[in-house]
C-alpha cells in the first residue's frame, strides 16, 4: 500500500516506499540530510554542497542550484529530489518532476526549520535521528533567547551581493536570524531582497550596524569602505553567509557563533 507525505508547498507525494536514493539541490539541506544518518542514501548534489567537505569526492555533482543537467540526475534514478522554494526554480522542479518526486521546502522561520526537519524525520524513516536535532535545537534556542534578554535593538542592514548592491529585506530566513539577534532590519519591509543605492543608505534608514555575509558574493575591505561612507556612523562587519542564511541543522552551529558576535559587539 502506498504511503504518503506533504511537503511544505502543500504537494501530496505518494510512494511505494520510504525514498532511500536521494538527489539534493539546496547545499543547507544537504547538510541536514547527513546529520540525520542518511549519507548512503545521497546520490546526487550541487556543486554548492560543500558540507561536508568529502562529499564533492564522494557524491556525483549534478550543477547548480539555478542550473541542473536533468540527465545526470535521470541516471542516478533517484527515488526523490530535495528543492527549495527559494533556492530552485519553478521550472526545475516541473522538469525534474518527470523524472521522480520533488520535495519542495519553503523555510522563512524557525518554526518552518522546524518543521521541514520534522518532515525528514517521517519521509525517510530517521525520525530519532531527527528527534535528536530537534530537541537539542529547543534547547539551544531557549539559552540563547535567554541569552538575548535584556540587550537592545540595533538598526542594521544585511547585505548579500554587490552590483546592485542587494540586501536582505523581510519574509526570509536571513531576517529571521536578525531578529534572533535584536537586529532590526531597516529594509525588512522592502520586499525579499530589495536593490539598494548605497549613497541613498543614511537617508534610507541610517543603520547602526551594517553586515557583509562571505555568500552569496565575497564582500572585500573596499566594499566595506564604500558603504560605511554613505552612513552617519555605521560599524561594518565581515560575518558569516553560512550561519545566516542556512537553515537545518546548521542552526544548531549559528548560535554558538551569534553568541561570539553578541559578546564582540558588547
Given at each position: 500500500m502506498p504511503i504518503t507525505f506533504?511537503?511544505?508547498l502543500g504537494t501530496l507525494h505518494s510512494f511505494e516506499q520510504n525514498p532511500k536514493r536521494i538527489v539534493s539541490l539546496v547545499p543547507s539541506q544537504t547538510e541536514l540530510l547527513y546529520d540525520l544518518g542518511l549519507e548512503e542514501n545521497i546520490v546526487g548534489i550541487t556543486k554548492f554542497c560543500v558540507h561536508p567537505y568529502h562529499f564533492k569526492s564522494t557524491k556525483k555533482i549534478i550543477g547548480g542550484t539555478k542550473k541542473v543537467h536533468i540527465e545526470k540526475i535521470r541516471l542516478l534514478e533517484p527515488d526523490i529530489i530535495i528543492a527549495n522554494k527559494e533556492e530552485n526554480t519553478e521550472e526545475i522542479v516541473n522538469s525534474l518532476s518527470e523524472i521522480c518526486p520533488v520535495w519542495v521546502t519553503d523555510v522563512r522561520d524557525i518554526a518552518m526549520n522546524s518543521q521541514m526537519i520534522s518532515d525528514f524525520g517521517e519521509l525517510f524513516n530517521c525520525r530519532t535521528e531527527s528527534k535528536k536535532i530537534l530537541d537539542k535545537l529547543t534547547f539551544t534556542l531557549a539559552d540563547f533567547n535567554r541569552f538575548m534578554t535584556g540587550k537592545p535593538w540595533r538598526k542594521s542592514a544585511y547585505f548579500i551581493w554587490k552590483d546592485p548592491y542587494m540586501a536582505a529585506g523581510g519574509d526570509n530566513f536571513i531576517n529571521e536570524m536578525m531578529r534572533l539577534n535584536h537586529f532590526t532590519n531597516i529594509y525588512e519591509d522592502r520586499g525579499r531582497y530589495p536593490e539598494v543605492?548605497?549613497?541613498?543608505?543614511?537617508i534610507q534608514g541610517d543603520p547602526e550596524l551594517i553586515f557583509l555575509s562571505s555568500e552569496?558574493?565575497?564582500?572585500k575591505d573596499e566594499d566595506a569602505f564604500e558603504i560605511g561612507r554613505s552612513t552617519h556612523h555605521a560599524k561594518t562587519i565581515f560575518v558569516d553567509g553560512e550561519m545566516f542564511s542556512w537553515y537545518g541543522s546548521r542552526l544548531l552551529k549559528a548560535l554558538p557563533y551569534f553568541r561570539q558576535?553578541?559578546?564582540k559587539l558588547a
Open positions: 506533504t511537503d511544505q543605492i548605497v549613497p541613498k543608505l543614511r552569496p558574493y565575497p564582500f558576535l553578541q559578546e
